[in-house]
């Protein structure tokens, strides 16, 4: 499974455009990119999975290189109620892979101030 | 969305006793559950995969015979943390497989203090 590397930490204000970058150098083709996050004394929470190019739902953007060697989850126009911690998964997580369970690294803790 | 649902929430235990946790798939079927730890301020260190039916598979480290997973139908999941004691303490969190595209979906986890 491949490993990821992210920010410890990063500070935003209410009302910006927050971006994590995610680094997985290690990807493999089967590979798809997720993002959980995790309020405290909570189960994670998907916001959102990607294979390539851009990927957009209700709550985030995520957006993959070509080479797949990194990612970027963009938060729009943040409020407190986004403080928490994200995780970058890489696995073949999706549509019937093999490989069903994440491993998870160690996250980016967000705090969103007034 | 599909939602896993564990219970309980929370539990404090005495030095010894076992603690059973469930997890359950509650509008879908997983054949393959997934049981994690968090210590405080941690990321989530997967402890076993439970597929239905079989045997769980174990990561490294991980004491077999101290957590027990039962995996008995495609709806229900149990870990029981026997002879509990205070370095057990930590926050247990499920995970199911299912739903039409087959996403992972969490429980909202079971803090276990061990006294």
């Known amino acids: 499974l491949a490993k990821t590397t992210q920010p410890i930490s990063m500070d935003s204000y209410e009302g910006q455009e927050v971006n994590i970058t995610c680094s997985h150098n290690n990807i493999a083709t089967n590979d798809y990119i997720t993002w959980y996050q995790q309020f405290p004394s909570q189960g994670p929470r998907f916001i959102i999975q990607?294979?390539?190019t851009k990927v957009t739902n209700e709550v985030a953007s995520l957006f993959i290189p070509a080479d797949r060697k990194s990612s970027t989850l963009s938060l729009p126009r943040v409020s407190l109620s986004d403080t928490a911690v994200y995780y970058c998964?890489?696995?073949?997580?999706?549509?019937?892979?093999?490989?069903?369970?994440?491993?998870f690294g160690k996250g980016t803790k967000l705090s969103v101030k007034p | 969305g599909a939602v896993v649902s564990q219970h309980p929430s929370w539990v404090i235990c005495k030095s010894g006793t076992s603690v059973k946790i469930e997890c359950r798939s509650l509008d879908f079927q997983a054949t393959t559950m997934f049981w994690y730890r968090q210590f405080p301020k941690q990321s989530l260190m997967l402890m076993a995969t439970s597929n239905e039916g079989s045997k769980a598979t174990y990561e490294q480290g991980v004491e077999k015979d101290k957590f027990l997973i039962n995996h008995a139908s495609l709806t229900l999941s149990t870990l029981t943390v026997t002879s509990a004691h205070p370095e057990d303490s930590s926050f247990y969190i499920c995970s199911a497989r299912g739903g039409a595209d087959e996403k992972l979906f969490f429980g909202s986890g079971t803090q276990l203090s061990v006294l």
């Open positions: 990607g294979y390539k």
């Open positions: 998964l890489v696995g073949d997580d999706t549509y019937g892979g093999s490989q069903g369970n994440l491993i």
